[in-house]
């Protein structure tokens, strides 16, 4: 499956249009990555559970994307637009969506 945020893919036409496909991840933040991210905060560095779990739902976000867009026969998903926000009380938990729309091409 090819995945692109431009809305062609360079040498290849689209042949049919299937529709907006989406996928989301929401992903709590274990109460040690907050103690451990405060800690970098402090001494500098990158907050590495913060960065593992924003992967995690990326990745999870993108497979729901795919599976939704092979349910309609896609072989690409074009436009795709990636949105991150941070939900929770207290800001407990990171969501990522992801949605484009899934074409046929030739």
Do not use: C, P, W
Not at 27 to 56: M, P, S
Not at 68 to 78: F, H, I, Y
């Amino acid at each position: 499956m090819l995945l692109s945020t431009t809305d062609s893919i360079e040498g290849r036409r689209v042949v049919q249009y299937l529709g907006v496909v989406t996928g989301e991840a929401i992903i709590g933040v274990h109460i040690f990555r907050d103690l451990f991210a405060g800690i970098r905060d402090i001494v500098g560095g990158r907050a590495g559970g913060y960065q593992n779990a924003l992967k995690e739902a990326r990745e999870a976000a993108f497979a729901d994307l795919e599976a939704a867009a092979s349910g309609l026969g896609a072989n690409a998903v074009v436009a795709i637009d990636v949105d991150y926000e941070v939900l929770g009380k207290e800001n407990g938990m990171l969501m990522v969506s992801v949605n484009g729309t899934a074409v046929r091409l030739e």
